[in-house]
């Protein structure tokens, strides 16, 4: 009975506090209507600029057949418009040539760190080359010092000793050691 009362207790609470997140919620709807009507005042503006916008591109550019029309345009255009029209445009030439200089500021970082991580990527190459060489010949050593090949591959090739020393011949019998050497080790004192 007492579980009861305790689960009856926490569902309440628990509708309470939906209660009042439903509130809020509806709260801020209003604050969503808000920036909805906010962006569709912004959307109108921006529309409202782009006509102006195409207007002026239509009246600059003319016939595109007629080459001379812009030069008419600006001809019939009163002095204060094209001073007005030349602040923009040198505004603009000043805009790009700043926009040119971080490209190629922009382009000289990222050469610089493109050498640098070049010569990384080489110097990292060259280590793995080393690296891979030293351990091929410590693995070889390491085999060759198990079974003890290593040893008799230098003999051979040092002092011109045959490989295979258990060949039969079968008129002769085994042939001996000594007999394929042309020069012995020299004796360490």
């Known amino acids: 009975m007492q579980m009861l ?3 009856i ?4 609470n628990t509708v309470t506090e939906l209660e009042k997140r439903l509130i ?3 709260d801020e709807g ?4 808000t920036r909805y009507e906010t962006q569709v005042e912004l959307n109108k503006q921006l529309e409202r600029q782009i006509n102006i916008l195409q207007e002026k591109m239509e009246l600059i550019r003319g016939n595109p057949a007629d080459k001379l029309s812009i030069v ?26 700043n926009q040119l200089k971080d490209y190629e500021l922009r382009l000289e970082q990222e050469a610089k760190a493109y050498h640098k991580a070049n010569d ?4 990292y190459l060259s280590e793995i080359l080393q690296t891979s060489t030293t351990l091929k010949i410590a693995e070889r050593q390491k085999t060759d010092a198990l079974t003890g090949k290593g040893e008799n591959q230098i003999l051979r090739g040092r002092y011109s000793v045959p490989g295979n ?7 002769k019998g085994s042939i001996k050691k000594t007999v394929g050497v042309k020069q012995l080790p020299k004796l360490k004192h």
């Open 30 to 33: 209003n604050e969503w209507k």
């Open 165 to 171: 020393l258990k060949m039969v011949n079968a008129q």
């Open 9 to 12: 207790f926490e569902l309440r």
């Open 24 to 26: 809020s919620v509806e």
């Open 5 to 7: 009362e305790v689960s």
């Open 72 to 97: 008419r345009t600006f001809d019939q255009m009163p002095v204060g418009a094209l001073k007005e029209v030349l602040k923009q445009l040198e505004e603009e030439k000043k805009s790009l040539q």
């Open 120 to 123: 990384e990527r080489r110097m």
